[in-house]
């Protein structure tokens, strides 16, 4: 039973550690938490990929990343679902999608992707609570920057 102990603890390391590298995520602000949600149903919500498609005046709110996901059809749908429930959950009205190559590749030569999405804030779907938000958010930006 000892002699199976290690092993298996090996294994079971090596699995947790690669799991945590496929699919990592991050999110950099650019924006206030918490601004108005005006999306019920995020996998309705709009998916750009060209900012001249956006028709009206609107402003980034954050970015959301997915890294070291593989190129596969399935996954990808998944994880783009996943990045609309993010951006609703953000109040964001819709998102700019790009995808990019890894120089890495998996196990099976193909290379990995990541996934970048903007989350977009149109001006008009902006409430009163919104602007209290923003504005404590660029006073606090400017705060942080006075050292700069």
């Keep these: 039973m000892r002699k199976l102990f290690l092993p298996l603890i090996s294994i079971f390391i090596f699995g947790a550690c690669t799991a945590n590298l496929i699919g990592t995520t991050d999110y950099i602000p650019m924006g206030p938490d ?12 709009p998916v750009f990929i060209y900012l001249t498609d956006i028709k009206e005046p609107w402003a980034p709110i954050g ?10 059809d399935k996954v990808i749908k998944a994880e783009i679902l996943k990045i609309k429930k993010a951006a ?16 890495a590749a998996a196990s099976d030569g193909k290379p990995y ?6 989350f977009v804030k149109y001006a008009s779907q902006i409430t009163e609570e919104d602007k209290v938000k923003i504005q404590e958010y660029a006073e606090l930006e400017k705060l942080r920057n006075a050292d700069k």
């Design 63 to 72: 970015m959301y990343r997915i890294k070291n996901l593989p190129d596969d």
């Design 34 to 45: 918490g601004l108005s949600v005006q999306v019920e149903n995020p996998a309705s919500m």
């Design 113 to 118: 992707l990541t996934l970048a999405a903007y």
């Design 88 to 103: 609703a959950a953000k109040g964001a009205n819709a998102i700019i999608l790009g995808q990019f190559s890894d120089d």
